[in-house]
């Protein structure tokens, strides 16, 4: 039996101390999940939905020069196409893909982007002018939106490397079979929409493919707008500056319409934060109560032969195991929570299927110095209740 | 300033030994000028009206409070200045402390509470040395059967008996009891009283103090304190 031991056996046989772990360990990990579930999403928007190629197509409404405008575009190295009206999207039908629906008519949307993407099934969508397009895995007809609780889901796998027909939209209105018309285009693959909001059935082509089709079918009068792609959203402030100063205006085509409520994110931030500092002051006065029932036997110690430095000593050894032991709270916690998150959570609340949690070290590391803050705290009380202890030496008896 | 006393066969000695408490700037007289020697061996009784000082002498006697004014030997050292660490082996080594609500750590076992003061002492560093020591003094006091209880699993009488256990642990020359008996019903008084006169005999110097009437039987002297002096 030694000092040492008998410190430890006295901090684990005192049950505050377990409240106080468990209370550090519950608040640390869940501010360090919340945070990372946060940061995990807005990586996840980057990474995955507002890169994808319609978040960096912009347009250009009535340009006044148009070949200047397009020129100037082309000279900007982050722009990597520019098409107008005609390589933007339009609707088709989708006559192979019908007969699989019971005589639906079932449309798909041809949008045309510059750069290639990538597909989970087949082959990428080349960056070059091709006449190939690439399909979402999950498809679903647009007239799905349309029927409330239809879910018509269609497997394209089999059509990969295969000529698909596509028809015109307008081409097929009752009592205008002189004007249909068919168009061929080779489905090089699948790309993976699961990770994508509403992109159910949206076809890329290249817009150099797209617009070569549609001037074979349409005229289109008000083709005011010119279109362009940049390569990475990172650089969408720059490109849209620098076009202001050359007094265009650039719109992005799509709303970024969060597809995961990010605000409840928010809202969940914040009760981590007031969960934090509630917990932390809870610990705190647990801990002042702790040391207030410590004193007396504080005052004992030195009764019985304990000097000042051994004292303090063993204030140093129950701050160490107090620190050791809240990070293994915390981890117990943490590794708690993850579990929770990845089983849990994915069940009740979909949206967290795709969303990788990524504990971010940022995280981990503000924890700790709030942790090793609050330890330190501890500390400097508890050597302050030495201090009284050696001062109130009168009341001992 | 190493001052050494010359008589021979006294353990503690008080020399015009005086005590205030100031409450601002109103000065309370508790001792005044008291001299007195205590010897080995001997059972020693301080009686006296409630806020006489009797506390607060065995404390100063203790070396857990300082006088006001004069000098206390134990052992012919002049332990008056010395140092937090200096003081804290004397008191580990040479003085063992019973008090009314006995004073136990609530988070040990009787066995661990005896070996604290050992565990504190270095000359009792080998475990086998501490544990012998330790259960011997629990045998001593009766307790044998009850080493692995908490505090809160024993009863009055005999969580007092470990605080004397432990008051034994560095066989220390002198034990100061403070009400030892207060909380008490008259079978683990007697208990403790026959305790104490049993390690008097042993050669330690009890210094008691205790409102109890049976007291007196077992006292070699009777120390009256009143207004400030011994009588
Ligand atoms: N820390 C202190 N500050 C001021 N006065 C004190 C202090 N401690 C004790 N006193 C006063 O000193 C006097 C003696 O107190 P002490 O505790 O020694 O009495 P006592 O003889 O032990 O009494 P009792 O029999 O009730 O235990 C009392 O009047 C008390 O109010
Ligand atoms: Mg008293």
Not at chain 1, 35 to 40: G, I, V
Not at chain 1, 140 to 159: A, G, M, Q, S, Y
Not at chain 2, 59 to 81: A, H, Q, S
């Amino acid at each position: 039996m030694s000092s040492l031991k008998i410190t430890i056996k006295k901090f684990f046989r005192n049950k505050l101390n377990y409240l106080i772990l468990i209370l550090i360990g519950i608040c640390c990990a869940f501010s360090i999940i919340v945070n990372s579930l946060t940061y995990s999403t807005k990586e996840y928007y980057k990474d995955n939905v507002l890169n994808w190629a319609d978040y960096r197509i912009f347009s250009i409404l009535h340009p006044e020069n148009r070949e200047k405008l397009i020129n100037k575009l082309n000279s900007m190295e982050e722009v990597i196409g520019v098409f107008d009206e005609y390589g933007y999207y339009t609707a088709w039908y989708m006559p192979d893909i019908e007969e699989h629906f019971e005589g639906k008519e079932i449309t798909v949307r041809i949008s045309g982007v510059a750069g290639e993407i990538p597909a989970v099934k087949g082959e990428n969508l080349p960056a070059t002018d091709e006449d190939v397009m690439i399909c979402p895995i999950t498809y679903r007809p647009l007239e799905n939106l349309l029927v409330e609780n239809t879910k018509l889901e269609f497997d394209l796998t089999p059509f990969i490397g295969k000529e698909m027909t596509i028809v015109p939209l307008e081409s097929r209105s009752p009592g205008k079979d002189d004007i249909y018309k068919e168009f061929k285009i080779k489905l090089v693959g699948l790309y993976d929409n699961d990770r994508l909001n509403n992109f159910y059935h949206d076809c890329y082509t290249n817009y150099n493919t797209l617009a070569k089709i549609r001037k074979q079918v349409t005229t289109i009068k008000n083709n005011s707008h010119i279109y362009f792609q940049i390569d990475d959203k990172i650089n969408e402030e720059k490109v849209i500056s620098e076009l202001k100063k050359s007094g265009y205006f650039a719109h992005s085509v799509m709303d970024i319409d969060y597809v995961l409520a990010v605000d409840s994110f928010d809202t969940l931030e914040y009760i981590g934060k007031g969960l934090f500092i509630i917990s932390m002051l809870i610990v705190l006065c647990l801990f002042s109560y702790n040391l207030f029932r410590n004193k007396k036997i504080i005052k004992l110690n030195k009764i019985l032969g304990y000097s000042n430095i051994r004292l303090l000593f063993n204030s140093i050894i129950e701050t160490i195991l107090l620190f050791i032991n809240s990070c293994i709270s915390l981890i117990i916690f943490l590794l708690v929570g993850i579990h929770v998150f990845k089983n849990y959570l994915p069940d009740h609340y979909p949206s967290f299927k795709q969303i990788n949690l990524i504990i971010s070290p940022l995280e981990f590391k503000k924890v700790f110095i709030v942790l090793i803050f609050i330890i330190a705290f501890i500390f400097i009380i508890n050597i302050i209740s030495l201090l009284l202890g050696k001062s109130n030496r009168k009341n001992i008896i | 300033m190493e001052e050494k006393n010359t008589k021979n066969n006294t353990l503690i000695s008080l020399k015009n030994l005086s005590k205030s408490y100031y409450k601002g700037s109103k000065e309370i007289k508790v001792l005044n000028n008291i001299n007195l020697d205590f010897e080995p061996g001997k059972f020693y009784l301080i009686v006296g009206h409630s806020g006489s000082g009797k506390s607060t002498l065995l404390k100063i006697m203790g070396l857990i409070d300082k006088p006001t004014n004069g000098e206390i030997f134990i052992n012919n050292n002049n332990v008056n200045n010395l140092s937090d660490r200096k003081l804290a082996k004397f008191r580990n080594n040479e003085i063992g402390f019973v008090f009314q609500d006995y004073f136990l750590d609530k988070l040990l076992t009787a066995y661990e509470n005896v070996t604290v003061p050992m565990i504190i002492n270095k000359e009792y560093k080998k475990r086998k040395i501490v544990k012998k020591r330790a259960l011997e003094l629990l045998d001593f006091v009766g307790l044998k059967d009850r080493i692995k209880h908490f505090p809160k699993e024993l009863s009055g009488g005999e969580e007092q008996r470990v605080a004397i256990a432990r008051a034994l642990a560095n066989d220390p020359s002198i034990i100061l009891a403070d009400e030892p008996t207060g909380n008490l019903d008259v079978e683990s008084e007697k208990f403790i009283f026959e305790k104490l006169k049993e390690m008097s005999k042993n050669g330690k110097c009890i210094i008691m103090v205790s409102h109890s009437k049976d007291a007196i039987n077992y006292a070699d002297k009777v120390l009256e304190v009143k207004d400030g002096v011994i009588l």
